[in-house]
């Protein structure tokens, strides 16, 4: 936590930070108690996903993230909404395929009833910085 984080800013950080882990580990319930029912998730090519369909993908593996390395993290929060901006690399299989690529989020979230749960996120795919 920074020295200047609130309370707010350091949960929400938390809730990213748990997502994180429940992409990794294919987490299912973790992810269902973290996506809000009306998240959609809009990838680097530019499909869009629900959370029933996002969740299907990890419950059956056609989506499997084996790495998801944070290299950067930033958390904004205003009132109940907060904004993360996520760059990791990530590697894994997406329907039976290997892939890795280096990502950079942005997710939008909303807290209610106490807790973080992200209402919107969006991937960009970056070039590998070695050029490979």
Known sequence: MGTDETPREAGLRHAEQR???????GDVEALRLLLDDRVV???PDGSTVTKDEDLSAHRSRALAVEVLDQQELHVTVV???GITRVLAALAGTAAGQPFAARLRYTRTWV??????????AHASALPDPGGR
């Open 79 to 81: 009132g109940d909404t």
């Open 41 to 43: 998730y809009t990838g």
């Open 111 to 120: 807290h209610t009833d106490g807790t973080w749960r992200v209402l919107a």
């Open 19 to 25: 997502l994180q882990a429940a992409v990794r580990s």
